[in-house]
């Protein structure tokens, strides 16, 4: 079974930068494509970018492009998120994420806190 587990969240003011990565075990990085998703207090969990499985696609949600860029290192079997201009709007629990098979994996989230 595939496992997920980010890591780089923290507090950040607005402006600065930050760089989540998520360890993928259980599958090579290039089997799928992978996406990072986050929920905001009192939202609803939302898309922010994905990476196709060759890696040569990347999308974004309208609200990061051009701020956020999301990579993989093949050999690590791990993928990112830098997170450039923080804004306090960023702050929420990151996730990075699968779907195989139609099932969602998600790992356990890290959080994100940007200040004013």
């Known amino acids: 079974q595939v496992q997920l587990v980010e890591s780089g969240g923290g507090l950040v003011q607005a402006g600065g930068s930050l760089r989540l990565a998520c360890a993928v075990s259980g599958r090579t990085i290039t089997s799928n494509a992978w996406a990072w998703f986050r929920q905001a207090p009192g939202k609803e969990r939302e898309f922010v970018a994905a990476?196709?499985?060759?890696?040569?696609?990347?999308n974004y949600a309208d609200s990061v492009k051009g701020r956020f860029i999301i990579s993989r290192d093949n050999a690590k079997n791990q993928f990112y998120l830098q997170m450039n201009s923080l804004k306090p709007d960023d702050t929420a629990v990151y996730y990075c994420n699968v779907r195989e098979n139609g099932i969602n994996y998600w790992g356990q989230g890290t959080q994100v806190t940007v200040s004013s």
């Open positions: 990476i196709s499985r060759d890696g040569a696609i990347t």
